[in-house]
């Protein structure tokens, strides 16, 4: 399996790193700083099985990154992910609305990402 994970924070980043460790499933993880980077990196990719997008970002947003997810026709229907510390009820209903399929509050604990990504694979 291919993540694709687009976040800012280093610490977020090892964060996720350590808890797909956990699965038994081999994950191969590919990291994007910000929006822009996550674009040139993904321009050259064709196989990413999930996305898990921060929303706050520098350069180009999580919401940005996302719609770009979305218009490529290879990435279309793919899961994407929100992992965002903003989960009031109207921006959760925006995350939705804007191509998000799934969201993943901030600070998440492990158990449940790795459920998530169970839920996710169980669809795919």
């Known amino acids: 399996m291919r993540i694709f994970l687009a976040e800012d924070n280093d610490d977020n980043y090892l964060i996720v790193k ?49 719609q770009w997810i979305r218009a490529q026709e290879r990435f279309a229907h793919k899961p994407v992910v929100a992992v ?10 925006m995350y939705l609305e804007k191509g998000f399929d799934y969201i993943l509050e901030k600070p998440f604990a492990r158990h449940e990402l790795i459920n998530l990504l169970n839920e996710i694979r169980s669809v795919l």
Do not use: C, Q, R, Y
């Open 18 to 66: 350590s808890n797909l460790k956990k699965i038994a499933e081999p994950i191969e993880l590919l990291w994007a700083k910000d929006g822009v980077i996550g674009v040139e990196i993904l321009t050259h990719e064709n196989d990413i099985d999930i996305f898990l997008v921060d929303i706050e970002m520098p350069n180009m947003n999580g919401l940005e990154l996302t």
């Open 84 to 93: 965002t510390a903003s989960v009031f009820a109207e921006m959760k209903k």
